[in-house]
């Protein structure tokens, strides 16, 4: 295994924090990963991983070299794209959850087509706070953005909807105020989030509604989506999430013009090089074209 190949096991094993998990990313064996993961200490020397029954941790020195080996492997991709007519290489996009399945998977087939030589990894999480840090090269994510020397790029929006499904507003009617929410189930997250305080809106209209009334919680928006198809309650979904079920008619959208109106921004981020690799000016260009200049298509007339 050459020095290039080492460091790409190193970086592989420290965020997968064990040899097999890291061996099946790289389709090698996990004897062979920590074989290579030996030598590369051997020939440093110093110990770059701690051992144990837990699983693997990164010591002082480990964590050090982390990032110098991150930076030496896209080093090496940059190179190697340059040299290349067309954009190759692993292109990882951290993005998330609900508009990664639901707008992202069903364009990247035509994206391949056009790039075929990218081969795409996804990295699926709610969290804005490490951006980049799982080695990530794009970053599709909302809200406010911390202070970072990353750049973002404002590429779209999101309408927030309240919707049941058609046989639960059989059964229980269809809320046409706010305080009627009093009456109903309501499904809500767990974490707080600018988006999902639609319930604190109905406190204000009604002092009689409570936190008590919200039958279902999840950290998740599709277990929310599909306890609201089951008919389990009233929901409040990104437009993103919800323009399918709405388009079939599993859900209906309620309250229309009843609840804030603020939209939910969505970001491009990635890091500020001089040159971006040709992997990541694809990705956005193709961004561009897809969902910018197709006008968000998950937006649904309005009345």
Known sequence: MDKFAELTAFVAVAEAGDFTAAARRLDLTPSGVSKSMTRLEERLGCTLLRRSFKGIALTD???GFLE???RALSALHEAE???TPKPSG???VSCLPSFAIYQLAPLMPEFQREYPSIRLEFILSSETRT????QADVAIVSGALPDSALVARRFATSRWLACASPDYLLRNGCPEELADLRHHKTLNFIQRTPWN???DEADEVDDKYSREFVSYGANHGDMLLALARAGAGVVRLA????SADLRTGSVREILQGKLAEED???YLVYERHKHVSRRVSAFLEFIERRIIEGREPWRLATV
């Open 61 to 63: 020195e480990g964590s």
């Open 68 to 70: 110098a080996a991150r």
């Open 81 to 83: 794209s340059s040299a």
């Open 90 to 92: 692993t292109l990882r």
């Open 131 to 134: 951006l980049l840090d799982r």
């Open 197 to 199: 305080n639609w319930l």
């Open 239 to 242: 437009e993103y999430h919800l």
């Open 264 to 266: 939910e921004v969505l």
